[in-house]
């Protein structure tokens, strides 16, 4: 199967109409999340162009899951200074991972993994971009106007820490403490109940005590970012995690099998 | 233009390169006894040689037989946090320097592990296990840290386990 490269190669695309879904969605999550606002183009401003990503995704057997696109913002054009200032965004390290497992294990804790939906987009941007509109979902009779981007769109250079800043932000207004050792661990408590978090971008594994706190913590997140989550334990579709009286394992899988 | 052989060298190289990377994420996700091999091989990267590619296939079929390999925490089983260190001496002949590297457990598996080219030329065993040493309190002290975080009650002194009668006295 051929991946399209872009807007116009997946109209053309025998597959056309799976891929042009695909693209719909993205556009909705574009508008849901308020990405942008069309302007008269501002003179002298870097326009940055984008470009629609279609990917075939593939499930732990190696079967057709979905149709994804995601539009990117063609942020190799980006001048330092002007589009954008500082770059760093932690993620999480495998000691951590690993040690909050233990520690999960020696609690007897449950083990849950989310995943945030278009997690970037609900970063905010603090500089000024300016990107084309996205082919194929060009606004009649506005066809001369841009995008002014408000929230940290996929290829953007500092979107990563726009995003970490948001989510950050987010865990410790619920009273999450940032571990001093791993930027990406959080400790804290609901319910008087201890509850271990590790954040590794938009990819979050939670340990907590009674499955009734997840439901909770589940509750307490959507609102603000779209979560999905597993209640089997994938993570990141490299670890099968398994439970069996109190134990918990890490067995690579699919990685392995694949190489 | 480009004679063929330069092109399949080239790509022959990127190959190798992109192994080295598959196998660098497995060694450091769940497989400590891989860290040590792949951290060599690692350092052929640049030219490698027909020498280089058995190592690889030799690593790759230990892989295989090995696939089922994993981490398992079990509650209950030695809770206190405890390490292994150790170092060869003189393991690049080229630059006399050592490799060392050690591995902490807890709840009877692995928590951290790491292989590592020393940064300096030890001039003896001692000198080298000592170093090693330090590599790996390095690292147990960060993991304490973090466990205490994680909320680990009554940590006591973590062991490191050492082999050199003669660094052992140094410290």
Redesign the interface.
């Known amino acids: 199967m051929v991946e399209p490269r872009n807007f116009q190669e997946a109209f053309k695309s025998p597959e056309r109409e799976k891929w042009m879904n695909a693209a719909e969605t993205e556009m909705q999550s574009l508008r849901q999340h308020n990405t942008w606002k069309l302007v008269e183009p501002p003179p002298g401003k870097r326009i940055i162009g984008n470009r629609m990503v279609f990917k075939v995704k593939l499930d732990e057997n190696g079967l057709v899951e979905r149709y994804k696109a995601r539009l990117v913002a063609q942020g190799f054009s980006q001048v330092f200074g002007e589009e954008y200032n500082q770059v760093f965004a932690p993620v999480v390290r495998?000691?951590?991972v690993?040690?909050?497992?233990?520690?999960a294990?020696?609690?007897?804790m449950q083990i849950h993994q989310m995943d945030v939906n278009v997690a970037f987009l609900n970063g905010i941007l603090k500089e000024d971009i300016y990107m084309k509109q996205p082919d194929g979902f060009v606004e009649k009779g506005k066809e001369n106007l841009v995008c002014k981007l408000e929230r940290s769109i996929y290829g953007l250079k500092q979107s990563p820490r726009c995003w970490n800043e948001i989510l950050d932000e987010h865990l410790q207004s619920m009273g999450f403490?940032k571990?001093?050792?791993?930027e990406c661990?959080y400790?804290g408590k609901m319910n008087g109940d201890?509850v271990?978090l590790a954040v590794y971008v938009d990819d979050i594994i939670v340990a907590l005590r009674k499955s009734k706190l997840s439901i909770r913590l589940k509750k307490s997140l959507p609102n603000v970012f779209q979560l999905r989550t597993w209640d089997h334990y994938i993570i990141s579709l490299?670890?099968v995690l398994f439970k069996i009286n109190?134990?918990?394992?890490?067995?690579?899988t699919s990685?392995?099998?694949k190489? | 233009m480009r004679n063929l052989n330069e092109l399949l060298k080239i790509f022959d190289k990127m190959v190798y390169q992109s192994a080295i990377g598959s196998l660098l994420y497995i060694a450091n996700a769940t497989r400590p006894d891989l860290s040590q091999a792949v951290n060599r091989m690692a350092s052929y990267c640049n030219e490698p040689t027909s020498v280089h590619w058995q190592m690889m296939k030799r690593i790759l079929r230990y892989l295989k037989g090995t696939i089922n390999l994993g981490i398992m925490y079990q509650r209950d089983i030695n809770p206190e946090l405890i390490a292994y260190s150790d170092s060869d001496y003189v393991g690049d002949i080229d630059t006399r320097q050592s490799t060392s590297g050690y591995v902490s457990l807890k709840n009877g598996a692995p928590i951290a592990w790491k292989s590592k080219k020393q940064e300096i030329a030890a001039q003896s065993t001692a000198e080298a296990e000592y170093v090693a040493l330090f590599y790996a309190t390095q690292d147990v002290a960060w993991i304490r840290n973090l466990l205490k975080e994680l909320r680990e009650k009554d940590q006591r002194a973590t062991i490191i386990f050492e082999d050199n009668q003669a660094s052992i006295k140094i410290s």
Not at chain 1, 98 to 103: F, Q, S, V
């Open positions: 495998w000691e951590s690993r040690a909050l497992i233990n520690m294990t020696q609690f007897n403490q571990s001093a050792a791993d661990i400790t201890l271990l490299v670890f109190m134990v918990f394992g890490l067995v690579k990685m392995l099998e190489s």
